[in-house]
Structures are given as structure tokens and as C-alpha cells.
């Protein structure tokens, strides 16, 4: 039976369609299988990768925890040496301890250290003494020897700075900056004083009378307070009731204005019972009679200098009850408190901050609105209290303790360029409160005169001396040294070594 044509092209069309479908859905399977195909190749690629990297930085963190071959050249030597000895003692970790560092000085940190309650005389052993009762009490002879040989070696960093300043003092230059010059005088007067007795008195004299006179005298006129007071922290660096200096804060680079504790001619003990400072009460006898001596070469009667002397003493001893060490001040978070300037005049109305702060760093600007940084708000204002107390008791009985006192503190500071009398008042004292000590030489005691003087000018005179000296055979040196290691390592691919290699020599 014959199929009606319609009919056999309809079949065929079905057929045809079928096979389409059955192509295309065969199609699509590869296009799946194709596309999973890829997914899985991209996956083990990616955990391949990963799996890569670990292994690679763990490597480099292995090789990177040896420790690198020292430069051990001169120059890399010497500059180790210098720069060693120039850190900042406030980044170690003695600075929270206090008991074997016990800096003169240190340009960074010079409020930070200034003041910082370290009794005179109370020495290294009785200091390890202290250690060894600490908690258990029992203490290794191999632990006591490691802080025995950091308390000889911190000295002797110390010594080897003092050393590179006085090199450079004594070094004259040709293109050197006026101040630079006014250190360089200052260092060569202290160390070959010119004047007789008789000029240095007449100097002295003349400059207190230029300040207003003083008490002691009988006749004078009473300047103000804050303006004598701004005069001698700008003209003179003598910062009678607090210190004042420059620095960043601890969480960041920007430079603030810092405001610490000052410094006291007295030995000064802590007493963590009381969480209080004081005098050593074996020190007062042998101070009094050296402000005595001090007072009669300048011709002050005994009966002035016994009452003024007392005064002094008497002020002093206030003021240092609330002085802290370092120690202390850490463990209560009284560092770097951030107060503006119209706020500390709030908190410590007897000072005129910005008058005062204004004259210390002229040209600079300085607003109320400035934040300052204080490193013992408590004693801030118990120093405004106790100024603004015996100002108003004392002035009724005419006998200005206060003045008395900021005068006192310039004739220390004077000291190095005035007769060798002078000095020898306070060697006196300083021998008699501390017989182990040996005497200081007098070029040490220069240097930490001129450093207290122009501190900031002396930071960059090292920079500039030993930079501006050492630079170029530091980094020929270290060239070398990177130039060797790179020929020495293995290398998979020697195109790339001799790429690297050219580099380097070029």
C-alpha cells in the first residue's frame, strides 16, 4: 500500500527534527562537560597557587629569620659605634626600670630623663641589692652578672657621645651657622674661663641687676613674675619651676610641646609608700653651707644669705614632693597628656604659658589653642599652687622667696663660664654627698653644659659631622657587600643572573 506523499514528508520532517534534538542535546552535554572541565582546571590552579605562595613566604621567612652576615668594615664600624651611642635611652627597655641607666643627658629625651627622681647617691650595688629581694628573692649569679656588665657598658656608651661632641666643639669650621659658633664659644669659655674672680663677680652682679636685682641685696626692684621668668627660659635656658622642650608623641612622628617636672641641685629619694619625693636629708647640711659660700663671693652678708639660702631650700623641697620618677609616671599613664595651651592656663593660672612659651620659641607661632604635651599634669599644678602660695604669704614679709629661687637656678647654670670659685662651691657639695663618686672632668662637665644649652643644635651637629664624614665609605661598603652576595647565591636561570648582575654594576 502506497503512503500518501504529505504524509512521507511529514515522517521525514519528524525524523529530521528528532535527529536535530538529539544532536543538539549531545551538543549541549559537551558544552557542560567542556565548561566543568574548566572550572576544575581554574580550581586546582587557584588552591595550586595558594598552596605556592605558602610555601614561598615560609621559605623567605625561614631564611629571614638568620641573622644577616654583620658589615664588619671601619666605616660600618664606626658608624655602628657612633649611632649606638647616640640613641635615644628612652626607646630601651631600661628606661622603665631606671636603675642602671641613669643618663645625664640625651637630646631626644631630654625633658623625659630631666628630673627624673634618681637618687645621687644611691649606688649600682645598692641598686642590685634592691633586685636581688624582688619577689622570690632568688636571683641566679648568671642574671646579676648580665646587669652588671649592662651597668659598666651603658657608661661607656654614654662616654663614647660626650666624646663625639666634644670632638666636634673643638673642631672649628668655616661655614659654621651662628649658633653653632655661640656653642663652640660657650664650650671654649667653660673650658678656659678668662675672667678673674673680681669679673666674674662683677658679671654675675651685673646680670641680676639687669634682671630686676634680687633680694639678697637690700635694694632692688621687683620685676614681674612671668616676664622674668619667660626672659630666663628664652635668654638664658634656665627653667626654674618645670622644662620645656620639643619632641613627637609616642604614637606618632608630628612634633609637639613638651612640658616635664624640672630639675633639683639635690639629691632626691622616692618614697613608694607615700608615692612622694624629698630630699636626702644628708645632702641639705652640706648644700646649705655651699649656697652660703656662693652667696659670699658675691658679696652678700652672712645674715642675707642665711635666711635667703633657707628660703631656697625650704621652696625647693616643696616643689620636689610632687615629682615622680619615670617609673612611676609610666605605671599611672601620666606621659604625654594632651592638654591646649588655654586649657594648662586654666589648670596652673600662676604661669603665663603663652607668654612664656611664645618668647622660649620665637619666631615660631604659638596660640592658645596649640596642644602641648605634659609629662606630670599633678606637679603642674601643684607647682602653680605652691608659686602662687608663697608669693602671697612671703611678699608680706618682704622676702620674695620665689624671685630668690629663679636667680638661684641661673647662677648654676652660669657657673662654667665664671671663675673656677664658683664651680668648686658645688664640687664641695658634690663630694660631700657622695664620697664613692669621682669628681667629673671638667671637659665632661662642658659638654653637658653646652649640650643643656643648644641640646636641639648639638643633635644636628652629630647628624651633619659624622654623616656628612662617613657617608660616602659606609655605602661603597655596602655596595660591595650587596655586590658579593648577589654572585654567591644560586641561581635557576643564568639569563636572569647576568640580567640582575649588569643592574647592579651598572
Known amino acids: 500500500m502506497t503512503r500518501n506523499p504529505s504524509v512521507q514528508q511529514e515522517f521525514l520532517q519528524l525524523s529530521l527534527h528528532q535527529v536535530q534534538s538529539e544532536e543538539s542535546r549531545s551538543l549541549v552535554k559537551n558544552k557542560w562537560r567542556g565548561l566543568l572541565f574548566f572550572h576544575f582546571f581554574l580550581a586546582a590552579c587557584i588552591i595550586g597557587t595558594v598552596m605556592g605562595l605558602g610555601y614561598y613566604f615560609l621559605q623567605e621567612h625561614t631564611l629571614t629569620t638568620e641573622d644577616p652576615l654583620p658589615c664588619l668594615s671601619p666605616a660600618c664600624m664606626r658608624i655602628a659605634e657612633h649611632f649606638s651611642a647616640a ?33 645621687r647617691n644611691v649606688t649600682r650595688r645598692d641598686e642590685m641589692r634592691r633586685r636581688m629581694g624582688r619577689g622570690s628573692g632568688m636571683r641566679t649569679n648568671r642574671g646579676s652578672d648580665t646587669e652588671r656588665t649592662r651597668d659598666d657598658r651603658l657608661p661607656d656608651r654614654q662616654t663614647a657621645l660626650l666624646q663625639a661632641i666634644k670632638e666636634i666643639l673643638e673642631s672649628p669650621k668655616r661655614n659654621a651657622t651662628s649658633a653653632a659658633q655661640k656653642a663652640q664659644t660657650f664650650y671654649n669659655t667653660c673650658m678656659r674661663p678668662n675672667t678673674t674672680l673680681t669679673e666674674s663677680i662683677y658679671h654675675a652682679q651685673t646680670l641680676i641687676q639687669q634682671l630686676g636685682g634680687w633680694p639678697v641685696s637690700g635694694s632692688w626692684t621687683q620685676p614681674e613674675l612671668n616676664s622674668t621668668l619667660a626672659l630666663l627660659m628664652s635668654q638664658y635656658n634656665t627653667f626654674p619651676f618645670f622644662n620645656v622642650y620639643v619632641g613627637p608623641d609616642h604614637n606618632e612622628s608630628q612634633n609637639y610641646i613638651q612640658i616635664d617636672q624640672p630639675d633639683f641641685q639635690f639629691p632626691v629619694e622616692w618614697n613608694s609608700r607615700t608615692n612622694r619625693s624629698k630630699f636626702n636629708s644628708q645632702s641639705l647640711r652640706p648644700f646649705f653651707s655651699s649656697c652660703k659660700e656662693l652667696l659670699a663671693l658675691l658679696n652678700v652678708s652672712l645674715i642675707s644669705s642665711t635666711k635667703h639660702c633657707a628660703l631656697y631650700m625650704s621652696l625647693s623641697s616643696t616643689l620636689v614632693t610632687n615629682t615622680a620618677p619615670l617609673s612611676y609616671r609610666l605605671s599611672q599613664k601620666l606621659l604625654y597628656h594632651r592638654i591646649t595651651i588655654q586649657e594648662l592656663q586654666e589648670l596652673a593660672p600662676s604661669i603665663d604659658w603663652l607668654s612664656c612659651l611664645q618668647a622660649i620659641f620665637h619666631p615660631v607661632p604659638v596660640s592658645k589653642s596649640d596642644v602641648v604635651l605634659l609629662h606630670n599634669q599633678p606637679y603642674i599644678i601643684y607647682m602653680s599652687q605652691t608659686i602662687s602660695n608663697w608669693r602671697h604669704t612671703h611678699e608680706m614679709m618682704d622676702s620674695y622667696p620665689v624671685h630668690t629661687y629663679m636667680i638661684m637656678n641661673l647662677l648654676q647654670i652660669l657657673m662654667p663660664a665664671l671663675h673656677t670659685r664658683f664651680m668648686q662651691t658645688m664640687k664641695k657639695f658634690s663630694i660631700a654627698i657622695d664620697n664613692e663618686n669621682e669628681v667629673v672632668p671638667h671637659w665632661r662637665h662642658c659638654v653637658l653644659q653646652t649640650v643643656k644649652g643648644f641640646d636641639t643644635l648639638i643633635s644636628h651637629l652629630i647628624k651633619d659631622h659624622y654623616a656628612g664624614e662617613e657617608a660616602g665609605t659606609l655605602i661603597s661598603d655596602i655596595y660591595d657587600s650587596f655586590k658579593t652576595k648577589i654572585s654567591t647565591l644560586n641561581w635557576q636561570n643564568e639569563d636572569t643572573q647576568d640580567l640582575v648582575l649588569n643592574k647592579v654594576k651598572d
Open 87 to 119: 640613641m635615644d635611652p628612652f626607646s630601651q627597655p631600661c628606661d622603665y626600670t631606671l636603675f642602671s641607666c641613669e643618663a645625664e643627658m640625651s637630646p631626644k629625651s631630654r625633658g623625659r630623663h630631666r628630673g627624673t627622681i634618681v637618687s
